[in-house]
């Protein structure tokens, strides 16, 4: 490498680390270092002790746990139906999928609580409402897509034939699935299920609006102390426990992920129709526990009154005198909000892929931590963080609305790395071999076979990046903002915010909308133009 | 841009500087970025093979595209208008265009609107930045969380003469470092078809501990919902020491517990479509019904129980180190204004401060107006709350 060449690349590679140190750890050591003095040590260490917090741990990483084996039990059969087999409405399956992970959270707690009441499950001996049940069907809701896209593109890259052969030696299919295809399948598996683990972790809309008020997690606690009791202090002690925590699991994650990075067979292999009984109890699953939510939150969309009408989807350009703005100026803010931090975590997301699967060994794995993290971090103190350091010229941004962007942008990244990063590993060397071997200079082989790939990955990571900010809603609730500048989510909770049937009706309408742009945004991402069968996202 | 992405592209930021109170319009500074895209028209999708130095170029722009949209970032926060101030308040708070527009017309400046999220946040951010405040005027802080703003000093003294019409008993601060704006009353709503001759509705707090009114009731959590803690509050004010017997009470008889007034009211109250027909929520939700009914109603479908109604107020206060005192202070003034006054019941569902504005009919038709609310003083509520909500928690919850 030359000199200029290795600046070159330095400044590239500083680009990210700037922009996640400017906007994430910079605020995070403001909000610790403001909140935590000295004197403060012997607090955290009685914080530690307490029963309180023995009982509000606990929960967390029960409720975190379970939820985790929940989803991964149900995502098995449907990422084996999505790897082996092709058959009609696969990728209306495949889009239904997707969608719950990026829907607000408010919405979703809306559509149980509707469905609870519908199904008589909000009273009586089984009342679901209010449970740790419906906490943990709103988290396997949420998560499943993340588990079985991760789970069913790595299977799919397993060579099936050993399968084969173990069936003509006469293995039973339970044999075959303990002793040849799960061994094969635990990289994905634990990836999948650590980063499920991790939002089951640090949700917060879910238990706040699901659990019912008697159940606290690390999470929620953080909130009630910071904002209710107005103790930043006790709110930061937890969060330095929580960012502990993650970081125990990123490490996790990491290390999993190194291992899964064999190079795997990419030849498409046959797909063959799936078994009735297979494909018939995969879409029933899915439709309970997927389907159902949603279609509950289409049809209270479209109720008015006694009987059925689109007046709702209407009146979303109708500006309402309690809100600041009409559902759709909101529509045309989260748009924009969620294009500018699409274009930031791909840019950004890109380069440090590039420095993880190119950089050394130390930056590699440093760079590919610090990025995770803010998926770990309670939106209330990244919110205060921000205030309190982006305060002075050039940085101050606390009335600023490139805030939504960049918070927005920060939670996108993880997703553009996790896609990025595993399909630059996984460009299989016999094509550059070949490319060589034909003549190409390495910059050819770079250009014609490296960078199409790359971009590719980095359009699916950016449509991620594009569909996680229009839904955002946490982070975004905790960030100052201008009346004008609303995003949809955030205009959805103050339609919900006040009496009328009216309100309610928009706010439900609103929901639709952005469910379709979510869906639409994952069908030209599942469609034929990126998907090449290159591309795999690991999450 | 159309065309290709070649060729110098100028990137022009007009910046402005605040130069204070009533000095002379400010000078803008043109600060102008000139960004150069060398070889940018070669499609990145469809690279050609002879075009060797294609790659370096094309991370060349990456890199470029990069620098622009930091500076983009860097100069957006530089924006500031001439004369603006800016007004921090909770997300609740909207008043029409017209009425702020009004503000500017006299005064010549402009208004910035920043919303912080829900009370607790704003109180919260405004005492995390009280170093380096971001905002001339909050609005929004109410009187069961005044106490906390008055102890961090965030705000300073200002004496409007339009407090004369504004009633004594809710100046809360003697010193005016907060002025009164609006108040609204958390009380019992309930929906009306529930109730008849054999079961009328309940009518006081010790009707609610009745049998015969088991399972009918939703309140907030006090410890994260502001309408939640007032009617705890109610409580108190009502019963005294007595206050944790009387909720025994309430939890034996069938009390539901959510943690905020969206899912209390959308999701357990019958207006929502659930199945409780009391809910704690304000005097105003009767006619928001009204208003924001999907068929035209002559009269809300719910009811407020006036006999349990704690009152909330809410302060607007000039922050300690603003910049720009006296608009500030002319900002105060405004909000007391009958045109500012008068537009509250309709964008915030509160009721003005100010005697001296008239209510919109809906309002006076349908919205309860109580003559007794239950109060206690700020002070003696900071000086409690935490345990109050403590020993809440043992007694409803566990």
């Not at chain 1, 201008?482 to 909770?493: C, G, M």
């Not at chain 1, 869906?519 to 090449?532: D, M, P, Q």
């Not at chain 2, 079961?199 to 907030?220: F, K, M, R, T, W």
Request: net charge negative; with cysteine; glycine share 6%.
């Amino acid at each position: 490498m030359t000199f200029t060449k290795k600046i070159r690349w330095i400044t590239l590679a500083s680009l990210p680390a700037i922009f996640i140190g400017a906007f994430f750890y910079w605020p995070l050591i403001r909000i610790f270092s403001h909140a935590l003095g000295s004197e403060k040590i012997d607090e955290f260490g009685a914080l530690l002790l307490s029963g309180s917090f023995h009982q509000i741990a606990w929960f967390t990483v029960w409720q975190a746990a379970l939820s985790t084996v929940l989803t991964m039990l149900l995502a098995l059969p449907v990422s084996y139906l999505m790897a082996r087999y092709s058959f009609r409405g696969r990728r209306i399956l495949q889009i239904l999928i997707t969608v719950p992970f990026v829907l607000p959270t408010v919405v979703v707690a809306g559509a149980f609580t509707a469905l609870f009441e519908r199904f008589g499950l909000d009273g009586g001996a089984f009342r679901l409402r209010h449970t740790v049940w419906a906490l943990l069907a709103a988290h396997v809701f949420f998560n499943l897509a993340i588990a079985i896209r991760t789970v069913s593109s790595f299977w799919s890259g397993l060579d099936p034939r050993i399968e084969e052969q173990a069936k003509l030696l006469g293995a039973t299919p339970g044999r075959i699935f303990r002793k040849v295809t799960f061994p094969r399948l635990v990289p994905a598996l634990t990836a999948a299920a650590s980063i499920v683990f991790l939002f089951c972790l640090t949700s917060f809309g879910v238990i706040l609006l699901l659990s019912g008020p008697t159940r606290a997690t690390i999470e929620t606690e953080i909130w009630r102390q910071a904002v209710w009791r107005g103790d930043i202090a006790a709110a930061s002690s937890l969060a330095v426990i929580q960012l502990i925590t993650v970081l125990v699991m990123v490490f996790l994650m990491n290390f999993l992920q190194r291992r899964q990075s064999v190079i795997e067979n990419r030849t498409n292999w046959v797909y063959e129709k799936p078994p009735r009984k297979f494909l018939a109890g995969n879409i029933v699953l899915l439709l309970v526990v997927v389907g159902l939510p949603i279609i509950v939150l289409l049809e209270r969309s479209i109720a008015v009154g006694e009987g059925y009408s689109i007046q709702n989807f209407i009146s979303l350009a109708d500006r309402v005198a309690l809100v600041p703005v009409s559902a759709l100026t909101a529509l045309k803010n989260s748009l924009f909000f969620a294009a500018l931090a699409a274009i930031f975590a791909s840019l950004l997301g890109g380069i440090a892929s590039l420095v993880v699967v190119h950089g050394r060994r130390w930056i590699s794995n440093l760079f590919d931590m610090s990025m995770m993290l803010p998926l770990g971090i309670s939106a209330v103190v990244l919110g205060f963080g921000m205030l309190i350091a982006l305060d002075t010229p050039p940085l101050d941004l606390r009335s600023s609305w490139i805030l939504v962007p960049i918070a927005h942008a920060l939670l996108g990244i993880p997703f553009v790395m996790r896609t990025v990063v595993p399909t630059l590993r996984r460009i299989d060397p016999s094509l550059r071999e070949s490319a060589a071997l034909l003549g190409a200079s390495p910059r050819q082989v770079n250009r014609r076979i490296d960078f199409p790939i790359a971009l590719r990955a980095l359009s699916v990571g950016a449509a991620f990046a594009f569909a996680i900010s229009i839904g955002e809603f946490g982070a975004t609730s905790f960030l100052p903002r201008n009346p004008d500048r609303l995003t949809a989510p955030l205009v959805l909770f103050r339609l919900l915010g006040a009496p009328g049937e009216v309100l309610r009706g928009q706010a439900m309408a609103l929901a639709v909308v952005l469910m379709t742009i979510t869906a639409l945004t994952v069908i030209l991402v599942e469609g034929s133009f990126f998907n090449k069968g290159t591309t795999r996202s690991d999450f | 841009m159309q065309g290709s992405s070649s060729g110098p592209i100028s990137l022009n930021v007009l910046t402005s500087k605040n130069t204070g109170e009533l000095g002379p319009p400010c000078r803008a500074e043109r600060v102008a970025v000139a960004i150069d895209f060398h070889g940018g028209a070669t499609d990145p999708l469809e690279p050609e093979l002879g075009n060797a130095s294609g790659g370096r170029e094309m991370k060349k722009n990456l890199f470029f595209i990069t620098l622009l949209i930091f500076a983009i970032t860097v100069t957006a926060c530089g924006e500031e208008e001439n004369r603006t101030i800016t007004l921090l308040t909770h997300d609740s708070f909207w008043i029409s265009d017209e009425v702020l527009q009004e503000f500017t017309d006299q005064t010549g400046t402009k208004v910035e609107l920043q919303m912080a999220g829900d009370t607790g946040q704003l109180l919260a951010s405004a005492i995390l930045t009280a170093s380096n405040p971001a905002a001339d005027v909050i609005f929004g802080i109410d009187n069961t969380f005044l106490q906390r703003a008055l102890d961090a000093d965030i705000f300073s003294t200002y004496e409007s003469p339009s407090l004369r019409h504004v009633p004594e008993e809710i100046q809360l601060d003697s010193k005016h470092r907060v002025t009164p704006i609006d108040f609204g009353d958390v009380c019992i709503n309930y929906w009306i078809d529930s109730f008849d001759s054999d079961l009328p509705a309940p009518e006081s707090l010790e009707d609610l501990i009745d049998p015969q009114y088991y399972g009918q009731l939703v309140v907030q959590n006090p410890e994260t919902s502001s309408p939640g803690l007032a009617f705890l509050l109610a409580t108190i004010a009502e019963y005294g020491e007595d206050w944790e017997t009387w909720w025994a009470g309430l939890r034996d008889n069938g009390v539901t517990v959510t943690s905020g007034w969206e899912d209390a009211y959308e999701g357990e109250f019958v207006a929502g479509g659930g199945d409780h027909p009391l809910v704690v929520s304000y005097a105003s939700s009767p006619p928001a019904e009204v208003i924001y009914s999907e068929t035209p109603i002559s009269s809300p479908p719910t009811g407020v129980l006036t006999d349990t109604c704690f009152r909330q107020i809410e302060f607007a206060g000039v922050v300690n180190g603003t910049k720009h005192q006296e608009t500030s202070e002319a900002l105060i003034d405004f909000m007391l204004s009958k045109k500012f006054q008068e537009d509250i019941p309709n964008s915030m569902l509160m009721f003005p401060a100010s005697t001296d504005a008239d209510l919109p009919k809906i309002f006076s038709d349908f919205a309860e107006v109580v003559e007794n609310p239950y109060m206690l003083a700020p002070d003696y509520i900071e000086e409690n709350r935490n345990d109050w909500t403590e020993r809440w928690t043992e007694i409803v919850l566990r």
